[in-house]
């Protein structure tokens, strides 16, 4: 059959399935999004399309998209216009990833036109979950199938589709949100949720609830995570114990920026991911295991106090450190210097044995570099990810977001331990430097820990072999990509 959009058919006569990927705000959202394209792009006769929007709101999301459409000249960037949204003026003081959300939420009714235009002709969208509810019925609208690449745990996910079901149960509407028990996963305490998820009238906590109404009518979930990692939630959503009739769940992770080389070498080693950037010059003298990295994230903006306090237990510890310093929310506006927010001496006094810098980093790399010992984390999920990849056991130290509901997978998983009554954000008391570097020194020393983060690590490396779960699924959607094309 010639299909009528001209596109080639393969041996079983089916056009070749063309993918619009429609990313979201934040590096933990565009990462994701651009681990697996690179992924799914070294499967062949699959056509992608990214939708793009700029300017971005972080430099470090329009530096990676950038390199994204240097590295693949084939994929095709969808250029889209937001329509004019004051922001700042209806959400004071919102944050800016939020407002990039609803802005695109605002925006997308348009999105039609521009996949329906496409050449080749558009067979699927895979959406970010933060647009679904706007996305997904325009693909039904074109006839195409629609997916969500979530970026966070299938845990997450789980709390995602049910939410909108506890809300409907609750016996008295008028009272507030408590614990939720997500059927077949688990009793998600209240302390754990996501902050705004509290206040039902926060513009998060509406774009939640209409998001997870909407999932359940897409055609596939992919979810960066491993059947090993996480086999509770992810059975309970695919045995339909969440929510009936959940769609086809993909458990595809961990994603790697290495995805893309899977079916050639695979470059491993150290040297391989040293890109010769000063932290990774300064990692390649340290000792095996050495090392504690601290990272929160790329939009954690943890207070100067309880930064100094961070950097109080980094020095009592005694230990090496490499730490990503952030101060701000978004990137662009990080302009406090180091000696400036950590204090007079500070850098004097652990030179030799600590690097901090302002700079990304590609974490990735950092932490499946051998002198790394530990991660002292916000255990945000592309943190959690690629920490159970290289085996690095994590110290969680949730700030807010999903960090928590992430953290409970760290502590079932394996990865590492969560630390539960540490302060999350907008709690007003700081922990302090003596307990940070007490339980740093204990942690490092710590062999059951090590010994669990290095199995995890070798679950996840068979889960996305050839022949493991991870590989399969990806296979499988790959198929179902094909079935309708
Ligand atoms: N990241 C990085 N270098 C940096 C800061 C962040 O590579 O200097 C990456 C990190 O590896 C992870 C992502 O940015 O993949 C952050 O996502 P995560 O879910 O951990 O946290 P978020 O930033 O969304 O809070
Ligand atoms: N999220 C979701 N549905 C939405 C909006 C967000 O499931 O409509 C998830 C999102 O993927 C993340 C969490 O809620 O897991 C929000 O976490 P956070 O505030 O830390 O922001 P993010 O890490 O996503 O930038």
Redesign the pocket.
């Known amino acids: 059959a010639v299909p009528s959009s001209g596109q080639p058919d393969d041996a079983q006569g089916r056009a070749r399935p063309h993918v619009v990927f429609v990313p979201s705000a934040?590096?933990?959202?565009l990462?994701p999004f651009i681990r697996f394209i690179t992924a799914l792009s070294s499967h062949d006769a699959v056509d992608i399309s990214v939708v793009t929007v700029l300017p971005t709101v972080s430099a470090?999301e329009a530096d990676h998209l950038a390199a994204l459409f240097n590295k693949f000249p084939g994929i095709r960037r969808v250029d889209f216009q937001l329509l004019p949204f004051d922001a700042a003026a209806e959400f004071p003081g919102a944050d800016p990833f939020i407002l990039r959300w609803e802005a695109l939420r605002r925006s997308m009714h348009l999105i039609g036109t521009a996949i329906a235009g496409l050449t080749p002709r558009a067979t699927a969208v895979v959406s970010d979950v933060t647009l679904v509810s706007h996305v997904n019925p325009i693909a039904k609208d074109l006839g195409i199938q629609c997916h969500v690449l979530f970026?966070s745990s299938a845990t997450m996910m789980s709390l995602l589709s049910y939410f909108p079901i506890y809300l409907d149960e609750k016996k008295n509407p008028h009272a507030g949100v408590g614990d939720v028990d997500v059927p077949g996963v688990c009793l998600m305490k209240r302390s754990w949720l996501p902050q705004p998820l509290l206040d039902l009238e926060k513009l998060f906590t509406k774009q939640f609830i209409e998001n997870g109404r909407e999932i359940v009518k897409t055609d596939g979930v992919l979810i960066n995570t491993f059947d090993a990692l996480e086999p509770v939630a992810l059975g309970a959503l695919r045995d339909g114990k969440v929510v009936a009739g959940f769609p086809t769940v993909f458990a595809v992770g961990p994603y790697s920026s290495l995805a893309a080389t899977a079916s050639e070498t695979v470059a491993t080693t150290a040297e391989a991911d040293d890109d010769g950037s000063p932290p990774m010059a300064w990692l390649r003298q340290q000792p095996a295991r050495s090392v504690v990295y601290v990272?929160?994230?790329?939009?954690?903006a943890v207070s100067h106090e309880q930064l100094r306090e961070i950097a109080a237990g980094l020095e009592t510890s005694g230990c090496r450190f490499l730490w990503?310093l952030k101060t701000t929310v978004v990137d662009r506006d990080d302009h406090a210097g180091v000696r400036d927010v950590l204090g007079e001496g500070f850098m004097e006094r652990v030179e030799g044995r600590g690097f901090v810098t302002k700079?990304?980093?590609?974490?990735?790399a950092v932490l499946r570099h051998p002198a790394v010992g530990m991660f002292l984390?916000?255990s945000?999920?592309?943190?959690?990810t690629?920490a159970a990849a290289a085996g690095v056991p994590l110290l969680a130290w949730p700030r807010g977001?999903d960090h928590r509901v992430a953290a409970t997978v760290v502590a079932s998983g394996g990865v590492g331990v969560w630390m539960e009554g540490w302060s999350w954000d907008g709690e007003d008391w700081l922990v302090s430097g003596e307990e940070i570097g007490e339980k740093v020194k204990e942690m490092m020393a710590d062999a059951a820990v090590r010994e669990r983060a290095a199995k995890v690590g070798e679950e996840a490396a068979k889960a996305v072999a050839i022949g493991g779960t991870s590989q399969t699924n990806m296979l499988e959607f790959v198929a179902k990509l094909k079935a309708t094309a």
Do not use: K, P, Y
């Not at 990272?295 to 954690?300: D, E, L, M, P, V």
């Not at 945000?380 to 959690?384: A, M, R």
């Open positions: 934040g590096m933990g959202h990462l470090a970026v990272a929160f994230g790329n939009r954690s990503i700079d990304w980093v590609d974490q990735e984390s916000h945000g999920w592309n943190s959690v690629e977001g």
